[in-house]
């Protein structure tokens, strides 16, 4: 429903908590009231219900309030803060410990005649209140209920940084929340609209109400797609299983890509020769055959490092374009292995160090022990 059709409601609402205009602009502590709604107009008969919950501090109202279809059909949650000036608001709450923590709002929009677009018009105020409504849900009441206050920080828009805390007491909050939630559940179908984060993401999502539909509609256009499988049948599952199946299909996925790859990378690896078959010693014409059973070593002169390859057990002819180095690869980073190829013929001398490891080192430049 359109958040400009509370209005009125909202103000029923408040002359039910507190009669008499005189008291209008008096604190009030949180109070809870039912209100029909006419959003087809004054004239036609009501079409919804509001349960709302106030309360009023230093000419600053804050309101949370169900608003739903007579037929249950529809229905929402939205919270509000009103005040005499055009302002910016955040909140916080406090622990009974003391503790404070942010309690994080979304959507805020400002409504009324000296807003446009969701954000407050230039120029002065028109009206005899401003009102910012903002995202609210059954999860955000029972985390307000259990703590100590609730803090609103509001600033002017024409002095932004320089804000006010007005502190809300919650010493009753959660008797009248109480109160309100029972009004609510005696509606045959109503309890549905007092479902928490868990409760709605472990039922079937036929069963959740339309707006929350509506909200994982995208998410389940995704989920058909990627799972393969009719948006209505997953719509009997909750969104808990969704999530479960999408989990082992991306796993399937994974699993088969994974596979894909070391076979890749197995086949490159398999490109590696066999160092010890292509020696070519002993062989009369090779001078480098004498070198067997020596030590191969590289001098770093840049870092006066010495690389020490270990014994000369062979030597390989390597043509230009032939393989002579396969390094590395992470199958785990998706990193293929390299291979360096030989970019003049030339003979290599195959070395094992002390772990085992063969390699083939140009035979021309290595120094010998």
């Known amino acids: 429903m359109n958040v400009k059709s509370l209005i009125l409601p909202l103000i029923l609402l408040l002359l039910c908590l507190?009669?008499?205009?005189?008291?209008?602009?008096?604190?009030?502590?949180?109070?809870?009231?039912?209100?029909?709604?006419?959003?087809?107009?004054?004239?036609?008969?009501?079409d919804g219900k509001l349960w709302g919950i106030a309360a009023r501090k230093d000419d600053v109202q804050i309101t949370f309030r169900l608003e739903a279809k007579n037929?249950?059909?529809?229905?929402?949650?939205?919270?509000?803060?009103?005040?005499?000036?055009?302002?910016?608001?955040?909140?916080?709450?406090?622990?009974?410990?003391?503790?404070?923590?942010?309690?994080?709002?979304?959507?805020?929009?400002?409504?009324?005649p000296d807003a446009e677009y969701g954000s407050w018009k230039d120029g002065p105020e028109t009206a005899p209140y401003q009102t910012v409504a903002f995202k609210f849900n059954w999860e955000m009441a029972l985390k307000i209920r259990d703590k100590k206050t609730l803090i609103l920080n509001i600033a002017s828009v024409d002095a932004p940084k320089s804000g006010r805390d007005i502190h809300f007491p919650l010493d009753n909050f959660k008797a009248k929340l109480l109160e309100m939630e029972t009004a609510i559940r005696s509606v045959p179908g109503a309890d549905k609209y007092l479902l928490t984060d868990s409760e709605i993401k472990n039922m079937p999502i036929t069963q959740l109400p339309v707006e929350i539909r509506t909200a994982l509609s995208q998410e389940l256009d995704g989920a058909s797609k990627f799972l393969g499988r009719d948006k209505s049948d997953l719509m009997k599952l909750s969104f808990t299983q969704i999530e479960d199946l999408i989990d082992v299909r991306k796993q399937?996925?994974?699993?088969?890509?994974?596979?894909?790859?070391?076979?890749?990378?197995?086949?490159?690896?398999?490109?590696?020769?066999?160092?010890?078959?292509?020696?070519?010693?002993?062989?009369?014409?090779?001078?480098?055959?004498?070198?067997?059973?020596?030590?191969?070593?590289?001098?770093?002169?840049?870092?006066?490092?010495?690389?020490?390859?270990?014994?000369?057990?062979?030597?390989?002819?390597?043509?230009?374009?032939?393989?002579?180095?396969?390094?590395?690869?992470?199958?785990?980073?998706?990193?293929?292995?390299?291979?360096?190829?030989?970019?003049?013929?030339?003979?290599?001398?195959?070395?094992?160090?002390?772990?085992?490891?063969?390699?083939?080192?140009?035979?021309?430049?290595?120094?010998?022990?």
């Open 252 to 369: 399937e996925k994974n699993a088969t890509a994974r596979a894909a790859k070391k076979a890749e990378f197995q086949a490159i690896y398999d490109q590696k020769p066999d160092w010890r078959d292509l020696n070519v010693c002993p062989k009369p014409d090779v001078k480098y055959c004498n070198h067997i059973g020596r030590k191969g070593y590289e001098v770093d002169n840049m870092f006066n490092m010495e690389f020490d390859y270990g014994e000369i057990i062979g030597v390989v002819w390597r043509s230009e374009g032939s393989i002579i180095h396969i390094y590395g690869g992470d199958l785990n980073y998706g990193i293929e292995p390299e291979i360096v190829r030989a970019k003049t013929n030339k003979y290599y001398y195959v070395l094992e160090n002390d772990n085992g490891v063969i390699q083939i080192r140009a035979a021309k430049t290595m120094q010998l022990r």
């Open 71 to 112: 037929d249950l059909t529809a229905g929402q949650w939205i919270g509000d803060i009103r005040a005499p000036k055009k302002f910016y608001a955040k909140f916080r709450l406090i622990n009974h410990d003391d503790h404070q923590v942010y309690f994080q709002i979304e959507d805020a929009k400002a409504i009324g």
């Open 18 to 46: 507190c009669p008499g205009e005189s008291q209008a602009s008096e604190d009030m502590d949180w109070q809870w009231g039912i209100e029909p709604v006419y959003s087809q107009g004054a004239d036609k008969p009501a």
